[in-house]
């Protein structure tokens, strides 16, 4: 639990551990709110193998480019949309997080299908999702797997956009050990 005597960090460093917790202390001592945050598995090597499409200047790369600020958004083709990741290296995952645009209401992935492959061509189905309330609520969300899998290769498939949408937009994704 950090305090006072907690060591400072004022820019980038290196986590020693899955998880951070840290706090605010105002110089007069006060303490705000302690923030648990777990750390996803490191982007590094990450490469987008597919996706069913891309706007201009929203291209898939961005789903996974560590900045909840950019975004990728399919052409509006239907609520049948698709993007695969390589990790870069085999990992066991155990949940994947949704991080939802936050520009605009179009494209939020309310349902959608979980799929891994052993190389990165072949899917098979690993898990559903459903994410409710995105239009009023569009933070980022999780979703635990059933059963933890080992792989490489993961695609992402939408099922249902809210409202009815029929395009896909990806602030970021991520995944966990």
Excluded: C
Aim: charged share 25%.
């Amino acid at each position: 639990m950090p305090t006072v005597n907690s060591l400072v960090y004022n820019g980038a460093f290196q986590p020693r551990a899955k998880s951070i917790k840290a706090v605010a202390i105002a110089p007069d001592g006060q303490r705000g709110a302690v923030v648990d945050e777990t750390l996803a598995i490191p982007k590094i090597g990450w490469n987008i193998l597919a996706s069913s499409s891309e706007r201009e200047k929203m291209s898939s790369a961005k789903a996974i480019d560590g900045n909840p600020n950019s975004l990728w958004h399919s052409q509006p083709t239907g609520a049948v949309q698709f993007i695969e990741i390589d990790l870069g290296a085999a990992y066991d995952v155990s949940v994947f997080a949704y991080t939802p645009q936050r520009k605009h209401r179009e494209g939020m992935m309310a349902k959608g299908m979980l799929k891994i492959s052993t190389d990165g061509r072949t899917w098979r189905d690993i898990d559903s999702f459903e994410f409710g309330n995105l239009i009023d609520n569009p933070s980022k969300r999780k979703h635990l797997f059933e059963n933890k899998v080992n792989t490489r290769y993961i695609r992402i498939e939408s099922a249902e956009i809210t409202g009815g949408g029929n395009s896909l937009s990806i602030a970021e994704l991520d995944f966990y050990n």
